[in-house]
């Protein structure tokens, strides 16, 4: 089972304000992914990340982005949030097929 | 294309009753693989179960137990004899084996149990 987090676990900001959401994982698995979601409803894949260096858009368009300079961390950024962000975002990290998710961001902007 | 189909958005059951979740799903893959999570208002996913589409051996896990079936394309999960703590949202979820490891997540079934 992989040990990942996520933080802040809640967070309410203003728009325009630039954030980033943190996730680190102390497994050593090579694929992370951040995928956003409303409470209780379908979760869509963001981004992705196979390795160090490596990032890629997921199936749901976002203007977030993220970076991948360490294979245990890997960071979502929002230049200027708006509150057609207000959602929960999941990190989820592994080393094969099987996903393993952190506690999620609760995210609202006002 | 690949997809995951869950029909039933709410169960509600009493304490004690079992519970069936259904997920039915495409993809043109011969290998793939698919999943059971479970979401508990805490917000965290958790993962339940992985099945191999060359194994169509069913599986059981103290009350969860899971039934696989190619011909139907067919995943469904079972609760028995379901407890409060059962109360969450359970995602079905599919990867074929050249996604590298990305997940297509079925829409959900609420699963309430009222005591």
């Known amino acids: 089972e992989a040990d990942i987090y996520q933080t802040p676990r809640y967070l309410v900001i203003g728009t325009g304000k630039k954030i980033t959401l943190e996730c680190s994982q102390t497994m050593g698995h090579d694929k992370m992914y951040w995928y956003q979601q409303d409470p209780g409803m379908e979760l869509h894949l963001i981004h992705y990340?196979?390795?160090?260096?490596?990032?890629e858009k997921g199936d749901l368009s976002s203007e977030s982005t993220v970076s991948r300079i360490r294979t245990e961390h890997f960071p979502l950024t929002l230049e200027s949030a708006r509150p057609s962000h207000t959602s929960q975002y999941l990190c989820?990290?592994?080393?094969?097929?099987?996903?393993?998710f952190g506690p999620g961001t609760r995210l609202t902007v006002t | 294309a690949q997809k995951v189909t869950q029909a039933q958005t709410e169960i509600s059951v009493v304490e004690k009753e079992d519970v069936t979740l259904d997920c039915v799903y495409e993809t043109r893959d011969t290998t793939y693989y698919l999943f059971w999570y479970k979401q508990p208002p805490s917000g965290e996913l958790v993962f339940l179960i992985r099945?191999?589409?060359?194994?169509?051996q069913n599986e059981i896990s103290g009350r969860y137990s899971w039934n696989f079936q190619k011909s139907t394309s067919s995943f469904n999960f079972t609760i028995t004899a379901s407890q409060v703590v059962d109360s969450a949202v359970y995602f079905c979820?599919?990867?074929?084996?050249?996604?590298?490891?990305?997940?297509?997540f079925g829409a959900g079934t609420q699963v309430v149990v009222t005591p």
């Open positions: 099945r191999n589409s060359f194994d169509e």
């Open positions: 979820a599919l990867s074929e084996a050249g996604s590298w490891g990305k997940l297509q």
């Open positions: 989820a990290s592994s080393w094969s097929y099987e996903q393993y």
């Open positions: 990340s196979y390795g160090v260096n490596s990032t």
